[in-house]
């Protein structure tokens, strides 16, 4: 573990299971015991024994916070009964204006998958929404060969629909439904 890096309750009852110091594991991640131990008091857990025959109880609310981060130097060092916490995310309650307002800090591996989710969905929907300038390029590009009538039955509101998009994006309905078929033909072969 690198000096300095968060680690979980979990983390932290494991390596002390496996005989690991509270000091070590302090200095391990560039803490010092006593904050250790009010980070454990502070989310719900009740101190038994000192030093390193010192176990902890969980007495908490709701269930253990096993996959929590350590949290240091934040909040008032209470738990408030009336300011909930979620796995991971500090809530400090402020007044303002005979009101409670809830402020959030997130942790860096928080804000790390905030910036993924939003990555993935402007790809997700830069995929699934081709521009427009590219259809018109692939209208373009359909190759000029004799033309054959079919009649179709679709249902009334596919119809509707193919009529809207035609005016909106001012294209020929029989190039729309020639390159759609294009696509679905080549998507199922």
């Not at 680690?7 to 200095?27: L, W």
């Not at 997130?106 to 521009?131: D, S, V, Y």
Request: hydrophobic content about 30%; glycine content about 10%.
């Amino acid at each position: 573990m690198n000096k300095g890096e968060m680690i979980t309750y979990g983390d932290y009852f494991k390596r002390r299971s496996e005989g690991e110091t509270v000091k070590n594991i302090a200095e391990s991640i560039g803490s010092n015991t006593k904050a250790l131990n009010r980070s454990l008091e502070r989310v719900g857990y009740v101190s038994e024994g000192t030093g390193n025959d010192q176990k902890w109880i969980w007495k908490g609310e709701g269930a253990e916070p096993l996959e929590r981060e350590f949290l240091f130097g934040r909040g008032s060092g209470g738990n408030s009964s009336n300011v909930k916490r979620d796995s991971h995310t500090e809530v400090k309650p402020v007044k303002s204006d005979d009101s409670l307002v809830l402020h959030t800090v997130f942790t860096q591996l928080e804000i790390a998958a905030l910036k993924e989710m939003i990555g993935n969905h402007t790809r997700a929907k830069e995929e699934a929404a081709p521009e427009i300038g590219g259809l018109y390029d692939r209208i373009r590009g359909i190759e000029p060969e004799s033309k054959v009538r079919k009649t179709i039955v679709i249902n009334e509101s596919i119809g509707k629909a193919l009529d809207r998009f035609a005016d909106e994006k001012r294209v020929n309905k029989s190039d729309v439904i020639h390159l759609a078929l294009l696509d679905f033909i080549k998507k199922h072969t």
